[in-house]
Each structure stands twice: as structure tokens, then as C-alpha cells.
């Protein structure tokens, strides 16, 4: 009888596990773009966020 749960939350764990370290890896992980100048840095999605070459690297100065 404890065969049976064990076949269904073995695979939810590894799936539960592979989906939160792939969105984790998404979110946290993008490492910053070189730059020169603010010129080099991307266009920000939304208007409001303010990005900036600093250091070398593009930074948001939002926060």
C-alpha cells in the first residue's frame, strides 16, 4: 500500500524541485550587461525604470 503514494509524490517532489530552480535561475541569476556608456545599456520594458552604465556594467538605479 505505501508503493502507491510513494509513485505519485516522488515525481510531484522533482517536478516542484526542477520548477523552482528554474524560475529561481531565471530571476536572480542574469548577470549584468558590459557597457562603455548608458547608450550601451537595453531600453527598459516600462517607462519607469531608470537604467544606467555604472562601474562598467548596466545597473537599474530603481532599486
Do not use: E, H
Amino acid at each position: 500500500m505505501a508503493k502507491i503514494p510513494k509513485f505519485v509524490y516522488v515525481p510531484i517532489l522533482y517536478f516542484s524541485i526542477l520548477l523552482v530552480l528554474t524560475i529561481y535561475d531565471q530571476a536572480y541569476f542574469n548577470d549584468p550587461r558590459p557597457c562603455v556608456s548608458d547608450k550601451d545599456c537595453p531600453r527598459p520594458k516600462f517607462q519607469k525604470s531608470n537604467v544606467r552604465c555604472r562601474k562598467g556594467y548596466c545597473v537599474n538605479l530603481d532599486g
